[in-house]
């Protein structure tokens, strides 16, 4: 049945027609390359989810303030001092500042600083929905009237922050397209050999990645699917990434049976048959570990979850369909200059991963025992992880100027007046909330109360930088403070209270998402490989991968990039890609091997299947493996991480759990590996031995 469907849709005519339908597709979403950006949304509130204390807060601070203002400071520094002078002339730049398109409500300053060397000036903007795509701009407006005679001028604040982000996310998918798709270049030039070759994988991920933008676009603008700047990066490097690997399977194994097939149109509908139930179930196993993570309470996070599912799902059918087309256009003379001819051999039977398997087959126990404690002795570095999030400071590769301007509000003890603590409570205990926020070490003076509609708000700011944890202890003893008010009915929010909350909700997703994950990917694997002992070990070795993978990536981080903490939400998001993408290349290898059982028995198989697919899974981790790794390109600190950690996580899972822990635990088990299946009942057979079917298989296989 399934080489019948692959037959009919790399027939004859209908390879023209599945091709046809490709081109259109891309034609028609091509736009949307850059149109994914009007449907983000990239405030930290709509992140968090309904139950947080400062998501309530914030409802109710509908009521004082418009939840799209944005207070933004112009802050002023001047070694020698300001004179009347500078501060008159920083007076006629605030009356400037009201003129600016998008101010809102009063500029209030300039503020000197109680030396005489710095001030500040609180500027607020509404753009309404489309203010993170207007600060960028607003802030260039302040930037081209703020200037100071001998001094430096910085806009900082949250309006600042979030303009340095905004600008780092403009033309930055543009950018990460560009740099993905050429080390993706290189690797299949050097993959295949071939000058051609490479440019159908290529179309293929484009067409992949094409509709993907345009599926997601049209989910968040009617269905309310939550997109934001990280999520579109991500999808760009994982279709990418994820359409390589499944076309170098897919062409892998297309070569293979172009030399036992004299018509291409029937060795492509053989290699569906084969390579496709090992391509479905990775596809599965990665959509499925990223809808997992809709049960997130992080908005961001769950989020994220069916942007990539969808991605994955989109990438899956264009390489099972648009590819196979292209392939069987084209024809045998795509492989030039080493063309498959039909009945010549083939060459993995004698190559590198031959080799490698016929070393591991003289000692398999001693080989994963070792494997298993080197992986599991890195994975040690662990210890030194420390994912309570990052601060602004922390936020970008490189110190932008919101943070300089933070470090100046700070150094001359000018309070952040963009970023309190804000207070919302029941109107008759107003006098009772003053009284407790008075009495919380790190928070300044509080306001007088305001009061709408029997609720008042008070605020107070921060002596701390609103991301800090000494931000969040403040905003614990805050919270502790006023909820002791008997009646008040108080709820605390800010942005510090949003960023506490934030890692919150993402130390519970931690303990909440992960076990999930491993579960249905245990799920996936049993109905695949149809055994229970297998799918078991293959988990186990897995999660220490992903061990390992984090303790390497750590020591990176602090020894190498100087990075102290990671961001809350790390962790887990390394170990949803790690798992999900690592089991890929155990699922390609074991699927090969319970093909081959049968007829040579496990461990015979399992030799076989390392020589076959070898070449092809390596070069599909490094595609993977650099195509993560292009996330370093982006100059944000949680961007590097988690694409160091990937990339990392995925070459240990290609070059030494599939081909070494894998492969030593199938040859020392043999056929209890299928158990309770019936698969191989047969005596243990030795790699040098004879297969059960009365075929010789050598242990150089």
Not at 91 to 117: H, L, N, W, Y
Request: some cysteine; hydrophobic content about 50%.
């Amino acid at each position: 049945m399934h080489r019948q469907i692959a037959g009919t849709l790399t027939g004859r005519r209908t390879k023209w027609v599945v091709l046809a339908i490709g081109v259109i597709v891309l034609l028609t979403c091509a736009p949307y390359f850059n149109k994914l950006a009007d449907v983000e949304v990239n405030d930290a509130g709509s992140w968090l989810p309904g139950s947080a204390e400062s998501t309530r807060a914030l409802h109710e601070l509908d009521a004082f303030q418009d939840p799209d203002d944005i207070p933004t400071v112009v802050a002023y520094e001047k070694d020698s001092g300001l004179t009347p002078a500078d501060l008159a002339a920083l007076q006629r730049q605030a009356d400037e500042f009201s003129g600016v398109d998008g101010v809102s409500g009063p500029v209030v300053g300039p503020i000197p600083s109680a030396d005489g060397t710095a001030a500040q000036t609180l500027v607020t903007f509404n753009f309404g929905n489309n203010g993170w795509n207007s600060l960028p701009g607003a802030a260039d407006d302040l930037r081209a009237i703020a200037t100071l005679d001998g001094g430096q001028v910085y806009v900082t604040g949250r309006g600042g922050q979030a303009a340095d982000q905004a600008a780092v996310f403009s033309g930055s998918d543009v950018r990460l397209l560009l740099a993905t798709l050429g080390i993706v270049i290189l690797i299949l030039l050097f993959t295949y050999r071939s000058p051609i070759l490479w440019l159908l994988p290529i179309f293929s991920s484009l067409v992949a990645l094409a509709a993907s933008n345009a599926l997601v676009y049209q989910l968040a603008k009617h269905a309310g699917l939550t997109v934001n700047g990280q999520s579109a990066f991500i999808l760009t490097v994982l279709v990418i990434g994820a359409g390589t690997d499944y076309a170098l399977l897919l062409v892998a194994r297309y070569r293979e049976e172009l030399r036992n097939h004299e018509d291409r149109h029937e060795a492509m509908g053989f290699a569906l048959h084969r390579a496709s139930p090992a391509i479905i179930a990775s596809a599965s196993t990665v959509a499925v570990g990223m809808l997992c993570l809709t049960l997130a309470e992080m908005n961001s996070t769950a989020g994220l979850g069916p942007v990539l599912a969808v991605g994955v799902v989109v990438t899956l059918v264009v390489m099972l369909t648009v590819l196979p087309a292209l392939l069987v256009v084209c024809g045998r003379w795509v492989f030039w200059p080493s063309r498959p001819a039909f009945g010549s051999a083939e060459p993995t039977h004698a190559g590198v991963w031959s080799r490698v398997g016929s070393s591991i087959s003289r000692h398999p126990r001693r080989v994963w025992v070792v494997t298993a404690l080197v992986l599991a002795t890195v994975s040690l570095g662990l210890l030194r992880l420390d994912a309570s999030g990052l601060t602004t400071d922390d936020t970008f590769t490189h110190e932008v100027e919101s943070v300089t301007g933070q470090h100046v509000l700070s150094e001359h003890q000018l309070t952040d007046t963009s970023s309190p603590v804000m207070v919302v409570a029941k109107a008759d205990r107003a006098d009772a909330v003053v009284e407790a926020l008075q009495g919380v070490d790190g928070l300044g003076p509080p306001s007088r109360p305001v009061e709408k509609d029997g609720v008042v708000l008070v605020t107070a700011p921060l002596d701390a930088e609103a991301s800090s944890p000494a931000a969040f202890d403040t905003v614990a003893e805050v919270r502790t403070a006023v909820h002791a008010v008997p009646g008040a009915g108080a709820l605390v929010g800010g942005p510090s209270a949003i960023y506490a909350d934030i890692q919150r909700a993402s130390h519970r997703d931690d303990l909440v998402i992960a076990p999930l994950v491993l579960l249905v990917v245990l799920l996936i694997l049993m109905l695949l490989l149809r055994a229970l002992l297998s799918p078991v070990l293959l988990i186990a070795t897995v999660v220490l991968s992903y061990g390992a993978a984090l303790g390497i990536s750590t020591l990176i981080f602090t020894e190498v990039y100087g990075y102290p903490t990671t961001d809350s939400a790390f962790p887990l998001f390394a170990f949803v890609f790690l798992v999900a993408l690592g089991i890929d290349y155990n699922i390609f290898l074991m699927t090969r091997v319970r093909e081959e059982t049968p007829a040579r028995g496990t461990r015979q198989g399992s030799l076989v299947a390392l020589s076959t697919t070898g070449g092809v899974i390596t070069s599909a981790g490094l595609v993977l493996a650099a195509t993560f790794a292009m996330l370093g390109t982006l100059p944000l600190v949680f961007a590097r991480e988690i694409g160091t950690a990937v990339a990392i996580g995925v070459l240990l899972d290609t070059l030494v759990v599939r081909s070494v822990l894998v492969t030593a635990i199938n040859l020392d088990l043999g056929g209890r590996i299928w158990w309770p299946s019936a698969l191989d009942r047969r005596p243990p057979v030795h790699p040098s031995e004879p297969a059960g079917d009365g075929r010789e298989v050598p242990a150089s296989l």
